[in-house]
């Protein structure tokens, strides 16, 4: 299902002459393992930042570390400017981060186990939005990357 998802994200941008770059933090590479699977993806994926641990977050994409002690790394605080920075330092049409709680561990009774925020940049606009996933770490991550996938095909 990824591949389908991936092939027909990957058509849009490149019949568009687009570009895509992506933040990721839970799903560790996923989205630009799925995104770089398809042939001819050096015309539409410029890159992707794997920022797993906080300090990366701020050193690499320019996140405020208040804002990481104020809302928590996985927010959608953190997830917007998250894909700001990935759009700042990668000039890309089109960006995406994620950063979420994959499990088993580190849930929080306010932000359990499938809890992830995403930050979208399309079209000149930023949106973020939040979900909650169900499963286990694997089944987590792919619905994260599927959902990035169908929210940005949506966007077109």
Not at 41 to 46: E, W
Not at 52 to 76: F, H, P, R
């Amino acid at each position: 299902m990824l591949s389908n998802e991936a092939q027909d994200l990957s058509e849009i941008l490149i019949t568009n002459g687009l570009t895509i770059s992506v933040a990721e933090s839970c799903t560790g590479g996923s989205l630009s393992h799925a995104l770089t699977r398809i042939p001819g993806a050096s015309s539409y994926f410029d890159c992707g930042y794997i920022t797993y641990s906080n300090q990366s977050k701020v050193e690499m994409l320019e996140v405020d570390t208040q804002t990481i002690k104020t809302y928590g790394a996985v927010s959608e605080e953190v997830a917007l400017e998250m894909v700001i920075g990935v759009t700042d330092k990668s000039h890309s049409d089109v960006a995406v981060s994620i950063t979420g709680v994959a499990g088993p561990t580190g849930g929080t009774p306010e932000k359990p186990v499938g809890t992830v925020c995403f930050g979208f940049f399309c079209d000149g606009k930023t949106s973020t939005s939040t979900q909650l996933f169900s499963g286990d770490r694997a089944n987590i991550v792919s619905q994260s990357v599927s959902y990035a996938m169908r929210q940005l095909f949506l966007r077109f």
